[in-house]
């Protein structure tokens, strides 16, 4: 069964500061990994995806994320925060190793960005 | 491509009262899923079709639950008997099932509230 920990369900920056998102996984396939983001009262848009090519992977709004083997980790980063930023982030692993199985989420995090 | 809508959008109803959400996936996608989302949690997988075949359904899925899938188009989650605790936000998304790619698309949802 695969499983994913988000590691701090609030995270707050400054604009203009790294932001960090932290996302640790269980999978007993190869994983598919996916962040996705929400704003309030909306669903949920896909910011960028894992699927065993680079594991440095870029997303749409300047996020990347690595993917860590050794540590079963999928962070998301981004260089500079924006005030647009402020959303909730959910990571994603899916349960065949595929694309398009079904995915298992984290729990989320909050991020807010201050002025 | 118009995206993943569903209808209603929000919901109210009395305990005991039975609600039926539709969902239109993006035309051509050939995987549709339903996930729950309580507050404060990420989504929850319940159920997904291919074509109008349902491959999956949660076992925490209460039998009050029901999808469909005509003709592999849009779907239908219907509640029979609601209670409090269903409550939540009702997720639909879409893939088309293809090597390489297939991620979901996410509707915007429907929320529930049972009185």
């Known amino acids: 069964a695969q499983s994913v920990t988000q590691l701090g369900s609030h995270v707050s920056v400054s604009e203009g500061a790294l932001v960090l998102l932290r996302c640790n996984y269980s999978?007993?396939?190869?994983?598919?990994l996916f962040w996705y983001v929400q704003y309030p009262n909306q669903g949920l848009q896909l910011l960028l995806k894992?699927?065993?090519?680079?594991?440095l992977v870029k997303g749409i709004n300047g996020f990347e994320a690595e993917f860590k083997k050794s540590e079963t980790s999928f962070h998301l980063t981004k260089p500079s925060a924006h005030m647009s930023d402020a959303a909730e982030y959910f990571c994603a692993v899916s349960d065949s190793g595929t694309s398009y199985g079904k995915l298992t989420f984290g729990q989320g995090t909050i991020l807010t960005v201050h002025p | 491509d118009t995206g993943v809508s569903q209808d209603p959008r929000h919901k109210i109803t009395k305990r005991g009262q039975n609600v039926t959400f539709r969902c239109d996936p993006i035309?051509?996608?050939?995987?549709l899923y339903w996930y729950r989302q309580t507050l404060g949690q990420g989504p929850e997988f319940l159920t997904y079709f291919q074509n109008e075949a349902q491959l999956e359904k949660s076992r925490l899925l209460s039998d009050r639950f029901s999808a469909e899938r005509p003709k592999g188009s849009f779907s239908t989650l219907e509640i029979q008997r609601t209670e409090q605790g269903d409550s939540a936000m009702y997720l639909c998304?879409?893939?088309?099932?293809?090597?390489?790619?297939?991620?979901?698309?996410f509707g915007p949802g429907t929320r529930l509230t049972v009185l």
């Open positions: 999978s007993s396939v190869p994983p598919y």
């Open positions: 894992y699927t065993s090519a680079a594991t």
């Open positions: 998304a879409s893939s088309l099932q293809r090597s390489g790619l297939g991620e979901q698309f």
């Open positions: 035309s051509e996608h050939n995987r």
